[in-house]
C-alpha cells in the first residue's frame, strides 16, 4: 500500500518536560489508522507536530504528496480536538470559506456541501447562523469542513467526542466511506469500542511512548488473550486452580477467568469441573478496552501477564 | 499572500454581514451630526446673549457715519463707537478689554491702502473678513475726495483693505510683521489635518476590533482548523489588511454623510480644502499609525482567551492609542515646544502629534517630520514582526491568558 504519510522518531518536549518520544508509524492510502492513548498521552501533541501548528524537536514528517517535509495544506483533511466555527455567520459561508482556503472550486464546494448537509441530517441549515446550531450539530459541520475538499490525507483528533450514538455511527459510516474510496485517514480516540470496529491498524501510545504497534488482528492475537466469564455461584478458589488461568477477577454473581496466551479455547472448555454452576458462560478475546485501561491505569499488566505473574 | 487577501476577504465580508458593524457604520456619523445639529441650538442662543463686538473708529477723514450705516444694512452684530485714541494708546487699551477693535482710518493709510486694525486677543476669528466691508464706505470718500482724473481712478481701482496689525500680543512683540498673516481662513489649513486625525481615529478604532476579532479566534477555538490551511501570518496580515479596509470604508461613509452637513453648517467650500496635496502626507501618516496599532492589537489580542479577563498588562497596552491625548494641550498652545518634539518621535503618540503640529504649524519642519516618519516606519516593521511572533504561539493556547513573562519568552524564541 501506498504510503500517504510517515513519522519518524519524533520527539517534543515543553520547558523540561518530554512530552512524546520516538514515535514512528505510516499511514497508508485507504486505510484507517488509529492513534489511541488516554488523555495526555500525547496524542494531540504528535498531530500538532504533523500538522505544523507545532514544530518537533526531534524526528521527521514525511509527505508522500510533496515528497518531502512540507505540508501539503490543500490536501490535507483536519479536524483538530480543540475546535470550533466562527459564530455569527451562516453555515454555508464558513463552508465555501475553509473551501476556499483549501483552494477547492466554489461551486464544486457548494454541491458537496448540500450533499453532505443531507447527509447528516442538517439540511437546509445552510443559511443557518453557527450559534445557533448544538453542540452536535456544529461539530459536523466541523466534520463536512474537513472532508469537503476531498483531502487525500485526513487527520481527525477525537472526532467521536461529545457525539451521540446515532451521529457517532453516522460519522463511522464517511469515514470508512472515505476510506474505501482511497483517503488515508489517521484518527485519534480514547474511545476503544469505536476504534476496535473500524480501525485497520492502530498505534497505542502512553505517557509520549509507543506501546503498541500494528494491524488491528496482530494486536488482538499478540495482546488480547481469551477470557472466560462465568455467571453462577461457584467458589473463586477452585476455578484459580484451574489450569492455564492467570488470574480471575470476582464480581457478584459472575467472575472472569483471564487465560495464557497459548490457551486452546476447544480443549480448555472440556476440562471444565462438572460441578460448576454455568447459569451463562461467554468465552471472548479481552477486547481492545481492557487492554487500554490497563495500561492507562499502569497496571502494566501486560508485562506482568509476560512475566505469568498472578493477578488477583 | 494570496491566502492573506482571503482572510481579508472573508474579515470584511464577515463584518459587512454583521448587524452590530451596519449599526455602528451608519451610527457613528449620525451621533456627530446629532450632535452638530444640537450644538447649532446651542450656538444659536449664545449668539443673542452674548455681548456684540465693539469697534471703535479713530476716524480722520470723517466717514464714521457712513460706516455705521454700512454696518446697520449689512447686520454685523458690532456696536460702533469713535474715538480719538492714539495707536500707541489703542493697543494699551486693548490689553484689558474683550471683544474690541480699533479701526484708524487716516491718509496715511488710505495712501498706502492699507488701514491699521488692533483687536483684543480673544476676537472672533471671522473679525478680519467681516471687517472688510467698512472698505466701502472709505473708498466712497476716497472718491469723492479725489478728482476722477485717471491717475486718480487706477489709485482707487488698487482698492483699500482693512490689514490686522495684530491682537495685542502679537502686534508687541513682532510689529509689523504681524500684519497681514491672517489673510488665509484658518479652516484651509485645518481641513486636511482634521481629515487625516479623522482618518487615524476610525481605523485606530477599528484597530481594535482586530484585537476583538483576535481573541474571538481563540474563543471560537476555530485558529487551529484555519491554521491547516495556511500560516499564523498569513492569518495576521489577512486580519489587519481586512480591518484597515473596514476601517477605510467607515471613513468614507462618514465622510460622505458628514461633509455635506459640514458645507451647509460652515458654509465654507470645504471639500476644496479638503482635497490638497498636503492630504496625502496625512493620509500617510494616519495609515503607519494604524498599521503600528493593528500590529499591537493583533498581537496582544492573540495572548487573551476572553476579552474581558484583559490583565493589568494587556489593559495598559489598550490604552497605548489614547497617550496621544496627553500631548494635546502642550502642542496646541505651543507647536514647536519641547513636548512636541518629544512626541513627534514616540512611535505611539507620533501620528496623532505629527497631524496636530502640521495642521497648526505654517513651516513645516521638515526633518523632524522625516526623522519621525522614519521611526514610525521602523516601528511598524518592528511591532508586526512581534506580533507575528506572539500571535504564532498565542492564537492557540487555549483557556488562560499568557503572561507577560511568558510573552517575553515567544518574544525571544
Not at chain 1, 267 to 290: A, G, M, T, Y
Not at chain 2, 19 to 29: A, F, N, Q, R, V
Not at chain 2, 244 to 259: D, N
Request: glycine share 8%.
Amino acid at each position: 500500500m501506498e504510503k500517504m504519510l510517515s513519522v519518524s522518531n519524533l520527539g517534543k518536549a515543553f520547558k523540561d518536560k518530554q512530552v512524546i518520544s520516538n514515535i514512528s508509524f505510516d499511514v497508508h492510502k485507504g486505510e484507517i489508522m488509529a492513534i489511541l492513548g488516554p488523555n495526555g498521552a500525547g496524542k494531540s501533541t504528535t498531530i500538532r507536530n504533523i500538522m505544523g501548528i507545532m514544530y518537533p524537536d526531534q524526528g521527521n514528517i514525511h509527505f508522500q504528496s510533496t515528497n518531502g517535509k512540507e505540508i501539503p495544506r490543500h490536501r490535507i483533511g483536519y479536524l483538530p480536538e480543540e475546535r470550533g466555527l466562527y459564530k455569527n455567520v451562516k453555515v454555508m459561508d464558513i463552508l465555501l470559506y475553509l473551501a476556499e482556503l483549501k483552494d477547492y472550486p466554489l461551486d464544486k464546494a457548494r454541491t458537496r456541501a448540500l450533499e453532505y448537509l443531507k447527509k447528516f441530517d442538517l439540511e437546509g441549515k445552510d443559511k443557518v447562523s453557527v450559534e445557533e446550531l448544538s453542540k452536535g450539530m456544529g461539530q459536523k459541520v466541523q466534520f463536512i469542513a474537513s472532508i469537503l475538499h476531498e483531502p487525500e490525507l485526513l487527520i481527525l483528533d477525537e472526532p467521536f467526542s461529545g457525539l451521540d450514538p446515532v451521529s457517532q455511527e453516522l460519522f463511522k459510516d464517511e469515514i470508512r466511506n472515505l476510506a474505501k474510496n482511497g483517503t488515508a485517514i489517521l484518527l485519534s480516540s480514547h474511545q476503544m469500542n469505536l476504534v476496535e470496529e473500524m480501525a485497520d491498524r492502530l498505534f497505542m501510545i502512553h505517557r509520549g511512548k509507543k506501546v503498541i504497534y500494528g494491524t488491528m488482528d496482530d494486536v488482538k492475537t499478540e495482546y488480547a488473550n481469551f477470557k472466560c466469564t462465568i455467571h453462577g455461584n461457584n467458589d473463586p478458589k477452585q476455578l484459580e486452580l484451574l489450569p492455564q488461568v492467570q488470574r480471575i477477577e470476582v464480581n457478584e454473581g459472575s467472575t472472569i477467568l483471564y487465560l495464557d496466551k497459548e490457551v486452546n479455547p476447544n480443549q480448555w472448555l472440556k476440562q471444565l469441573p462438572e460441578d460448576l454452576q454455568i447459569l451463562e458462560l461467554k468465552i471472548n478475546r479481552v477486547s481492545l478496552h481492557e487492554i487500554f485501561i490497563d495500561i492507562a491505569s499502569d497496571k502494566n499488566l501486560l508485562q506482568e501477564k509476560k512475566a505469568g505473574e498472578v493477578y488477583a | 499572500m494570496r491566502n492573506t487577501m482571503k482572510v481579508a476577504k472573508w474579515e470584511i465580508k464577515r463584518n459587512m454581514k454583521n448587524k452590530s458593524y451596519l449599526i455602528g457604520l451608519l451610527l457613528t456619523p449620525l451621533i456627530i451630526i446629532g450632535f452638530m445639529v444640537i450644538g447649532s441650538f446651542f450656538d444659536d442662543s449664545d449668539e443673542e446673549s452674548s455681548e456684540s463686538t465693539v469697534v471703535f473708529v479713530n476716524d480722520e477723514l470723517g466717514v464714521y457715519d457712513d460706516m455705521v450705516s454700512t454696518i446697520e444694512q449689512t447686520g454685523i452684530n458690532w456696536e460702533l463707537m469713535q474715538t480719538d485714541l492714539t495707536e500707541a494708546e489703542a493697543q494699551e487699551e486693548l490689553e484689558d478689554s474683550e471683544e474690541t477693535a480699533y479701526v484708524f482710518v487716516d491718509e496715511e493709510g488710505l495712501e498706502n491702502g492699507s488701514l491699521a486694525v488692533y483687536t483684543s486677543d480673544d476676537i472672533d476669528s471671522f473679525f478680519m473678513s467681516e471687517v472688510q466691508v467698512l472698505t466701502g464706505p472709505v473708498q466712497a470718500k476716497q472718491m469723492e475726495e479725489l478728482g476722477l482724473t485717471e491717475e486718480q481712478l487706477a489709485g482707487i481701482s488698487q482698492g483699500v483693505q482693512f490689514v490686522e496689525a495684530g491682537s495685542i500680543n502679537e502686534a508687541a512683540e513682532s510689529g509689523e510683521e504681524g500684519m497681514g498673516s491672517m489673510e488665509e481662513n484658518p479652516l484651509q489649513t485645518l481641513v486636511p489635518g482634521i481629515f487625516g486625525g479623522f482618518v487615524l481615529l476610525s481605523v485606530v478604532f477599528t484597530g481594535m476590533a482586530i484585537f476583538q476579532s483576535a481573541s474571538q479566534e481563540k474563543k471560537d477555538k476555530i485558529a487551529e482548523i484555519i491554521l491547516s490551511s495556511l500560516t499564523p501570518s498569513e492569518l495576521m496580515q489577512g486580519k489587519i489588511i481586512g480591518y484597515f479596509a473596514l476601517g477605510l470604508i467607515q471613513t468614507l461613509v462618514s465622510t460622505v454623510l458628514l461633509l455635506p452637513v459640514l458645507m451647509w453648517r460652515f458654509d465654507q467650500p470645504l471639500l476644496e480644502y479638503l482635497l490638497v496635496p498636503e492630504l496625502a502626507l496625512y493620509v500617510f501618516i494616519a495609515i503607519l499609525g494604524y498599521l503600528l496599532f493593528a500590529s499591537i492589537f493583533v498581537g496582544v489580542g492573540a495572548t487573551m482567551a476572553d476579552v474581558t479577563t484583559a490583565g493589568n498588562f494587556q489593559g495598559f497596552v489598550m490604552m497605548l492609542p489614547f497617550l496621544p491625548f496627553v500631548f494635546i494641550g502642550p502642542v496646541l498652545s505651543d507647536p514647536n515646544g519641547l513636548m512636541a518634539q518629544i512626541g513627534t518621535y514616540i512611535p505611539f503618540t507620533s501620528p496623532a502629534v505629527l497631524l496636530l503640529r502640521l495642521t497648526s504649524l505654517e513651516q513645516w519642519p521638515w526633518i523632524e517630520i522625516g526623522i519621525s516618519l522614519a521611526i514610525l516606519v521602523i516601528s511598524v516593521w518592528a511591532f508586526m514582526k512581534l506580533a507575528g511572533k506572539i500571535f504564532k504561539v498565542g492564537i492557540l493556547m487555549y483557556g488562560k491568558n499568557a503572561t507577560p513573562g511568558e510573552i517575553w519568552k515567544w518574544l525571544k524564541a
